[in-house]
């Protein structure tokens, strides 16, 4: 069973506001993630982390931003938000293993962004 | 460059009726591959893997072999139920980035009753 929570599920708000989409995992998982999935379901990785103090960009170019200041907190903020931003984002985390070794993802439910 | 193509859906069967759905992939090297469901109001969750060619992951009566003659690692279940409705995505990850899933667009699965 999974222990990875989003908050809000459901957010609607509009447009410049600042906003920050809230993961939390209680596995004790280095390796968390930020995905996009657009309304054709296909699902593109934006953010990615490592641990603590560690963040990445992911494959598809995003304007928000993340953090990782504890282990098991990974926030994703949008400074302005726009329509374009209008969509669902999923948070994943993973446990490290040796190299070559196929590691399971774990998500939360979603948040589903609409920007009006 | 490395990415996975599945058939589009919805599919829409009876109860009881037989299940495939399509994926083929294309990757350097040998990549791992999944399976992973996303059922109505949650996140995915993973359905099955396989590591290595010939490989066959099984699970809720759901199957899929890793063929590396055709690239391919559809997805089947002799007798779906309802409660299969649900969305599925096919993944693969590579040896340098394990972490890394490249995702499939995703098949809707509808099951009546």
């Known amino acids: 069973e999974a222990d990875i929570y989003q908050t809000p599920r459901y957010l609607v708000i509009g447009t410049g506001k600042k906003i920050t989409l809230e993961c939390s995992q209680t596995m004790g998982h280095d390796k968390m993630y930020w995905y996009q999935q657009d309304p054709g379901m296909e699902l593109h990785l934006i953010h990615y982390?490592?641990?603590?103090?560690?963040?990445e960009k992911g494959d598809l170019s995003s304007e928000s931003t993340v953090s990782r200041i504890r282990t098991e907190h990974f926030p994703l903020t949008l400074e302005s938000a726009r329509p374009s931003h209008t969509s669902q984002y999923l948070c994943?985390?993973?446990?490290?293993?040796?190299?070559?070794?196929?590691?399971?993802?774990?998500f939360g439910s979603g948040t589903q962004l609409s920007v009006l | 460059g490395n990415s996975v193509t599945q058939m589009e859906g919805p599919v829409t069967l009876s109860e009881e009726a037989f299940l495939t759905i399509n994926c083929t992939y294309t990757a350097t090297g040998y990549p791992s591959l999944f399976w992973y469901v996303q059922y109505p109001g949650e996140g995915l969750q993973l359905l099955l893997k396989?590591?290595?060619?010939?490989d066959k992951g099984s699970n809720k009566g759901f199957e899929a072999t890793y063929r590396k003659e055709t690239t391919s690692f559809h997805l089947e279940k002799g007798s779906v139920q309802v409660s299969d409705s649900a969305v599925y995505f096919c993944a693969l990850s590579t040896f340098y980035n394990t972490d890394k899933l490249i995702f499939g667009t995703g098949t809707r699965l509808q099951v009546f009753p």
């Open positions: 982390s490592y641990g603590v103090n560690s963040t």
């Open positions: 994943a985390s993973s446990e490290s293993l040796e190299r070559g070794r196929s590691e399971k993802l774990f």
């Open positions: 396989a590591t290595k060619a010939d």
